[in-house]
């Protein structure tokens, strides 16, 4: 690599002017200056922005750790913080732990080995164990799409019991009684919050808990909605009603009812959760609870950015909790002809 003493010997100048052209040119002389940029040109000289961050001891890079980067619901996530970042002057990297709490375990070691300035994290491990292991590195982080269980940091979330009591009332007011709930792993406090809710929704309307049946996928992926559908297929008598944990999952839990020749929402109504792009595009538009991801994410980096700037001394940490929002569409609303339409 073309180094800066490699520039300084071309240019005929020292090595301290050449950090002076690149760092303070106000001090060098126009012609100095000319001098040492046509050097860099000819030499193809780029200067080593992490030698620069070490020397300085702040980098200029915050790490997005999520669960699954094949979700849109992280994508717009992603963007939301890179915009914020963007507007501080710092780079994003975006790492996917896949759910895997060993994958997540890894990557916050590579943070703590690149020395990042701080990480944006939707938690992988349920024991919390990795994090508090990460917390030795004194790098600070923010939990997002999920609260912070203590006062060690900031997060931002979405009130996930609101989300599944909106997406319980909505479908018991069409008429349905014989509900299903599909989750991923329930580990993850999402799927367990969204569950509360719909049973909170039953108890609202005077109906047992045993009107729900809870099918446990293992991941949060259209091929796990597809095999949740198949398991929805052999019920009997089979429920009217699905809410599932996500689009993902509700996209293929409508794929395998399509193939079955079950009629969504005539048959069966269908609910997701985070109403991502593909969820108003489907075959049937799905009716889904709208999780404000871009506003999340850009609110988790503004948070770290706050925590890691000139003004650290000043920052408190803080529990932001979003409000969900139900966006009704064709996947739910035929049924209340059959079923009957509640208040």
């Given at each position: 690599m073309v180094g800066i003493k490699d520039v300084a010997r071309q240019a005929g100048v020292s090595v301290g002017t050449v950090s002076n052209v690149i760092n303070r040119p106000e001090m060098v002389a126009e012609a100095t200056r000319h001098r040492v940029h046509a050097a860099i040109e000819r030499l193809g000289y780029v200067r080593s922005e992490s030698a620069r961050q070490l020397r300085a001891g702040r980098s200029r890079i915050i790490s997005l750790l999520v669960l699954d980067m094949a979700n849109p619901f992280f994508v717009d996530v992603a963007s939301g913080a890179e915009r914020a970042a963007r507007e501080a002057g710092l780079g994003v990297m975006v790492c996917n732990s896949a759910q895997s709490p060993d994958e997540e375990a890894d990557y916050l070691a590579l943070f703590a080995e690149h020395r990042v300035r701080g990480v944006l994290v939707t938690p992988a491990d349920a024991a919390g164990e990795n994090l508090r292991n990460f917390r030795r590195h004194d790098i600070p982080y923010v939990f997002v799409d999920r609260e912070m269980p203590d006062d060690q940091g900031c997060s931002v979330s979405v009130d996930d019991i609101e989300g599944g009591a909106l997406a319980g009332r909505h479908l018991i007011a069409q008429g349905h009684r014989a509900l299903v709930y599909v989750s991923g792993p329930m580990q993850l406090p999402q799927c367990q919050d969204r569950h509360k809710g719909v049973l909170a929704a039953l108890a609202e309307a005077d109906m047992e808990p045993e009107a729900l049946v809870h099918i446990e996928a293992e991941r949060l992926d259209v091929a796990a909605g597809r095999d949740a559908g198949a398991r929805l297929l052999g019920m009997s008598p089979r429920p009217t009603a699905v809410f599932c944990a996500n689009d993902l999952l509700a996209l293929g839990v409508l794929q395998a009812l399509f193939a079955a020749g079950v009629s969504v929402p005539h048959d069966v109504a269908l609910v997701g959760y985070d109403d991502i792009e593909f969820a108003s595009a489907a075959a049937v538009p799905l009716t889904s609870v709208r999780?404000?991801?871009?506003?999340?994410?850009?609110?988790?980096?503004?948070?770290?950015?706050?925590?890691?700037?000139?003004?650290?001394?000043?920052?408190?940490?803080?529990?932001?909790?979003?409000?969900?929002?139900?966006?009704?569409?064709?996947?739910?609303?035929?049924?209340?002809?059959?079923?009957?339409?509640g208040a």
């Open positions: 999780q404000p991801a871009f506003r999340m994410g850009r609110t988790a980096a503004e948070l770290l950015i706050e925590e890691t700037g000139e003004d650290a001394d000043a920052h408190r940490h803080r529990r932001i909790v979003l409000q969900p929002e139900l966006v009704v569409r064709d996947s739910t609303l035929a049924a209340a002809g059959r079923h009957g339409r």
